[in-house]
């Protein structure tokens, strides 16, 4: 096993560990901050996605996205590339691949400069290191389209001092961590 699974697997034991509420208050401090920042108020969309349980609960922002806000979340495709789709309420959400819920695929959303990209991640270092969860689906999507805003959040436990990266793995252009840009 290489140094990556081997990471993947102790923070994901590490999540187990903890319940949503032992980080509801750093979670918002997450959330209040992307609010409150000058990337959000002038994004023209938000590109995210529905948080799985070990991820920063960042349903507020979903909410306030489709509110005041254009709102566009993944479907990961049978090919291994992520597409984002429009999304007009939450509740229409349904389980797609992985067991996460996606959006339906009927308005395709592409990113411009003027967007920002949320991208979930199991790790984070202060310098925009990522450890996704091993199939590259936003490494691939970062790639493609390098010019977007992008900002991996995290929980504390999850920023970690370095991460193992091959050639192949991209950089967020910000990390959020308990209120926290880096």
Not at 70 to 86: G, K, M
Not at 93 to 122: C, F, M, N, W, Y
Not at 133 to 147: A, E, F
Not at 151 to 165: D, E, H, N, V
Request: charged share 25%; proline share 4%; hydrophobic share 40%.
């Amino acid at each position: 096993m290489d140094v990556k699974h081997v990471l993947r697997k102790e923070l994901r034991n590490q999540a187990k560990l903890h319940t949503l509420d032992d980080f509801m208050q750093e979670d918002k401090l997450s959330c209040d901050a992307l609010l409150q920042s000058h990337a959000y108020k002038t994004a023209d969309r938000v590109f995210a996605f529905m948080p799985l349980a070990s991820e920063v609960n960042i349903k507020e922002i979903l909410e306030h996205c489709i509110a005041d806000k254009h709102l566009a979340l993944p479907v990961c495709n049978e090919d291994t590339s992520l597409s984002f789709y429009e999304v007009k309420h939450l509740d229409a959400l349904s389980l797609g691949r992985h067991g996460i819920l996606a959006p339906e695929t009927t308005q395709v959303a592409v990113p411009t400069e003027k967007d920002i990209l949320i991208v979930p991640a199991l790790a984070y270092t202060r310098t925009g290191d990522r450890l996704g969860r091993g199939k590259g689906y936003y490494d691939r999507y970062l790639s493609t389209y390098p010019t977007i805003l992008s900002i991996g959040m995290c929980r504390t436990y999850q920023l970690l001092q370095s991460i193992p990266t091959e050639a192949w793995d991209i950089r967020v252009s910000k990390v959020l961590c308990a209120g926290v840009f880096y």
